[in-house]
């Protein structure tokens, strides 16, 4: 019998194909434990869920807590009796099997929607109203797929009811975005026909490094078929799409470093499609690199860093999940003596906007009183953040503020400024922790993580225990002081003025 094919799988796929592999073929024994930040992920999830429900003013038929022997013969007859509002139902058609959260009837027959504890859409902006999600769409593909076959709908609309309370359409029928041309309908069409061919084994998928291995519960049997395989995935930036656009004998680190460059690069192009010349040359020095027996970093031209005697090294702590900044945190020191560091946090003691407000003004004071200091800062998150804090709390400091403060010559996003757009590293990812890590610099936490951070965050409000509060500092002022290591490091290597 063929396996089911699942809402869960498909969106699996959408961030790792061979997750779904994984999934389903793998030994269990490889498995990795579910990380605590998951769990908060999943138990965040259904309290969001519980109180959606709940918050609902008219009548619903629920049938959530009903077991799955039972759940799918009722929720096809309440839909027969024309049930308004169905929560918790399961459907299935053929090998498609979906339990979505929402079935709305209308005059085109059931809808289905999902309550999801994020934005509906992605990439929000002032000049943008956002997308919908892909991860999100084909779920809601499938139960849209298999409402139709069963002759209980007619469209393909759905709809998502997200973090902020509203309810984001998803017209299936429609392009993701404004300029798109294909239908989410087709790429759901696509992501169902690849992973019936996984289930079936009929495709074959391969590890590559990613982002989200690190939350992932096969990333330790991943990462070592990975580094076995000299995979591509390894060099810093070079995606499983990219990867898969080189040739099969350019599939390995090894294979692109001993490559001369001159066969594959042609003035502005190159010979692998969908792949510039300047991004194969760097990919190119990258995979050189890392084949040195002892690689250092280099950079690619000239760096100059700002001089002062007093410097800051700047890095913030964030919940997501309740929209708050709670601690802004700076290492500074004098003189380029690490002897003077202090470390300086300002922490909002209560998960509320009023201190969060505090502690915001705290440290946009803190900064102004430091008007001759260089400040450090890894990413342009600091500045996206404290852009969001000025429109939230206008009466501390402006949007306009914050440009202007962050267009100053002494603030140094040391991602974009430098590392990413002149230099050459031998690591496999280019973030802070993996900079510094490289350099010699260690955590003092067992397990530091920006992820790990909001799980503590989390723990702390709920417990209000003060040995979780310090772990969270202690981890801040750690991330301050590997941004002063990098840039220690980057100073020994850069050209002389």
């Not at 992605?122 to 919908?132: C, F, H, I, L, T």
């Not at 499938?142 to 009811?161: E, H, R």
């Not at 995606?239 to 460059?261: I, Q």
Request: glycine share 6%.
């Amino acid at each position: 019998m063929a396996q089911m094919i699942t809402a869960s799988m498909l969106y699996s796929y959408t961030t790792c194909p061979h997750r779904v592999t994984l999934d389903r073929f793998g030994d269990p024994a490889d498995r990795d434990e579910v990380s605590p930040f998951v769990e908060l992920l999943w138990e965040r999830g259904h309290a969001f869920e519980r109180e959606t429900i709940e918050a609902l003013g008219f009548p619903f038929l629920n049938l959530r807590d009903v077991p799955p022997a039972q759940k799918e013969d009722l929720t096809l007859r309440a839909m027969q009796e024309g049930e308004r509002l169905i929560y918790g139902g399961r459907i299935s058609h053929g090998r498609l099997l979906g339990e979505p959260d929402l079935l709305r009837r209308t005059e085109s027959g059931y809808i289905p929607g999902d309550i999801k504890s994020g934005a509906g859409v992605e990439g929000a902006n002032e000049d943008s109203d956002g997308k919908p999600k892909r991860h999100y769409a084909v779920q809601l593909g499938l139960y849209s797929d298999i409402l139709q076959q069963l002759g209980l709908a007619t469209t393909k609309d759905s709809f998502v009811w997200d973090i902020h309370g509203e309810e984001i359409p998803y017209d299936l029928a429609r392009p993701r975005t404004k300029t798109g041309k294909i239908p989410m309908w087709d790429e759901y069409g696509v992501v169902l026909a690849r992973v019936e061919e996984i289930a079936d084994r009929h495709l074959q998928t391969t590890s590559g490094l990613i982002s989200a291995c690190a939350l992932c519960h096969w990333r330790s049997h991943c990462r070592r078929e990975i580094v076995a395989a000299d995979d591509l995935t390894l060099i810093s930036e070079l995606g499983r799409s990219t990867r898969e656009k080189f040739p099969p004998d350019l599939s390995t680190v090894a294979e692109l470093s001993g490559t001369d460059l001159s066969d594959l690069v042609a003035g502005d192009k190159s010979t692998i499609p969908g792949i510039g010349a300047k991004t194969l040359q760097k990919y190119h020095a990258r995979a050189v690199l890392q084949k040195q027996e002892k690689p250092a970093p280099y950079f690619t031209e000239e760096v100059r860093l700002p001089a002062s005697d007093t410097e800051l090294f700047f890095d913030i702590e964030t919940d997501p999940f309740r929209g708050l900044c709670y601690l802004h945190g700076f290492v500074e020191r004098t003189g380029r003596d690490s002897a003077t560091e202090q470390y300086v946090a300002f922490f909002a003691e209560e998960a509320i906007p009023e201190d969060e407000r505090d502690a915001f003004a705290q440290a946009w004071a803190y900064v102004q009183e430091c008007l001759d200091a260089v400040v450090y800062y890894y990413s342009h998150y600091e500045r996206t953040i404290w852009k969001q804090l000025a429109r939230r709390y206008p009466d501390v400091a402006t949007e306009d503020d914050m440009t202007a403060l962050f267009e100053e010559d002494r603030f140094v996003d040391l991602y974009s400024d430098v590392v990413k757009s002149k230099m050459v590293w031998p690591t496999y990812s280019l973030s802070l922790k993996t900079l510094a890590t490289f350099l010699g610099f260690a955590w003092r936490d067992t397990d530091p993580s920006g992820t790990g951070s909001i799980q503590w965050f989390h723990e702390w409000v709920e417990t209000g225990d003060d040995a979780i509060r310090r772990r969270i500092l202690e981890y801040n002022e750690d991330d301050c002081r590997a941004t002063r290591v990098l840039v220690d490091a980057l100073r020994g290597l850069a050209v002389p003025r």
